[in-house]
């Protein structure tokens, strides 16, 4: 199978795409941009517990958007929401 040189372009083309893609994958993970990447779970016990959720109440209480808290500790906005 012979290729024609535009063929042969098109190809040169499409890799070159693929190894741009595969090259901005990886530096967004450096970047931790890539949301599941650099994410650790973290599991709070009894007193830490605790006080994580008085916290957390509290910055809701002084008008702190969910988005903005959920975003800055880690944890889902449906948590907070289901917070007593």
């Known amino acids: 199978m012979t290729l024609s040189a535009q063929q042969v372009r098109k190809l040169n083309r499409i890799i070159a ?3 741009q893609l595969i090259e901005d994958n990886k530096s967004a993970r ?3 941009l890539n ?3 650099n994410k650790t779970r973290i599991r709070r016990t009894g007193k830490e517990l605790v006080q994580f959720r008085r ?4 910055e809701r209480k002084k008008g702190v958007p969910v988005a903005e808290l959920a975003r800055k500790h880690g944890i889902s906005s449906a948590y907070i929401y289901m917070l007593p």
């Not at 916290?55 to 509290?58: F, H, P, Q, S």
Request: hydrophobic share 60%; glycine share 24%.
């Open 17 to 19: 795409l693929a190894q």
């Open 30 to 32: 450096m970047l931790g």
């Open 55 to 58: 916290m957390l109440k509290g």
């Open 35 to 37: 949301g599941a990447a």
